[in-house]
């Protein structure tokens, strides 16, 4: 099985950065040519919502964005260290949530990567907030 646990969570003021990291360990995905990595959140009293995303396949690796946080975050991945990370810039209070990241099955086969049920394994969350 897969093991991911987050990182970097804190509390940062309005329009200041943060990085956020998962640790993958277990059977990681460096061996396959399809999954997917993402990022979910949930804020108090909403329901939890999908961030960014990374697939990797054949051709090559793509990326996806919510729009609330499209040119803001960055999502990216390092194969050798076995983690993903998102840069968080221009932090807004709408964004304080628990930051969780999640990870497709080996040789994912479905057709989306930005809704919960593509995911099979879940880190435990870490907690941004942000402040005005």
């Known amino acids: 099985q897969v093991q991911l646990v987050e990182s970097g969570g804190g509390l940062v003021q309005a329009g200041g950065s943060l990085s956020l990291s998962c640790a993958a360990s277990g059977r990681t995905f460096n061996y396959v040519a399809n999954y997917g990595m993402a990022w979910f959140r949930q804020g108090p009293g909403k329901e939890r919502e999908f961030v960014a995303a990374?697939?990797?396949?054949?051709?090559?690796?793509?990326?996806y964005y919510a729009d609330s946080v499209k040119g803001r975050f960055t999502i990216s991945g390092d194969n050798t260290k076995n983690t993903l990370y998102l840069q968080m810039n221009s932090l807004k209070p709408e964004d304080t949530a628990v930051y969780s990241c999640?990870?497709?099955?080996?040789?994912?086969?479905?057709?989306?990567?930005?809704?919960?049920?593509?995911?099979?394994?879940w880190g435990q969350g870490t907690q941004v907030t942000v402040s005005s």
């Open positions: 999640a990870a497709t099955l080996p040789y994912y086969r479905g057709s989306t990567y930005t809704q919960e049920h593509a995911y099979a394994y």
């Open positions: 990374i697939s990797i396949s054949l051709a090559g690796a793509r990326t």
